[in-house]
């Protein structure tokens, strides 16, 4: 696609409940980061993929998260038992190749009540 | 890990006015981004700069790697170009390390 798509857009839910969120990549870029962006404060980088691989999942605050990547292009992160800490702007970024400019999308605002 | 700083941390100026936003970075990188996230949070990709001077507009930004700063210069500023200013240099992972931002508000 031209951009990077991400979807929902605004997604609420109750605490103790699981989200999936979607990150379609800009066509043809190899590199897949997902990032966090609580209220006022920077970005919080979650986990980057090369392909369908994950070298990095440093980031990842507890178990409760998880990503996949399928197919070197749509990735989905997966909150299970979501708490209101998880509530944030959920931003997915993609690069050409890992050292390349990274692009955004317009992230997910994730509200957790 | 590498650590970053930017200042100012915020900035009022009145439209028309020039700017100059510094990000001091503690150790060597390997490549370095300015972004501009707007009112509505949205990210977007301003310079791709490891070294030198690049220039877009009324934007343009210089990279001093072996000094280990990097300055974005906005000239005649607009009240469109509000928002929180974010270097990211690249660490030998290729990893973008945030720097917290300038906020920057322009004053019709």
């Known amino acids: 696609g031209a951009g990077v798509s991400q979807s929902p857009s605004n997604k609420v839910t109750e605490k103790g409940k699981d989200v999936e969120l979607r990150c379609d990549p800009i066509s043809g870029h190899t590199a897949l980061y997902w990032y966090r962006q609580s209220l006022g404060q920077g970005l919080e980088f979650l986990i980057y993929f090369q392909g369908n691989s994950a070298p990095d999942k440093s980031g990842l605050p507890s178990d409760r998260f998880s990503a996949e990547r399928t197919g070197g292009s749509v990735s989905t992160l997966t909150i299970q038992r979501t708490q209101q800490e998880d509530s944030a702007v959920y931003l997915c970024a993609s690069s050409l190749t890992q050292a390349q400019p990274q692009h955004f999308g317009d992230g997910t605002r994730l509200s957790i009540l | 890990g590498i650590q970053v700083e930017q200042s100012p941390p915020d900035l009022i100026l009145q439209e028309g006015a020039n700017s100059t936003l510094r990000c001091n970075f503690s150790d060597s990188v390997n490549n370095l981004q300015w972004f501009h996230q707007n009112p509505w949070g949205q990210l977007i990709n301003l310079f791709y700069?490891?070294?030198?001077?690049k220039q877009n507009g009324r934007l343009s930004a210089t990279t001093v790697a072996t000094e280990r700063y990097s300055l974005l210069y906005i000239s005649s500023s607009q009240t469109t170009d509000s928002g929180v200013y974010f270097c990211?240099?690249?660490?030998?992972?290729?990893?973008?390390?945030w720097g917290a931002g300038t906020k920057l508000i322009i004053k019709p």
């Open positions: 700069i490891p070294s030198g001077t």
């Open positions: 990211g240099p690249m660490d030998s992972n290729y990893q973008l390390i």
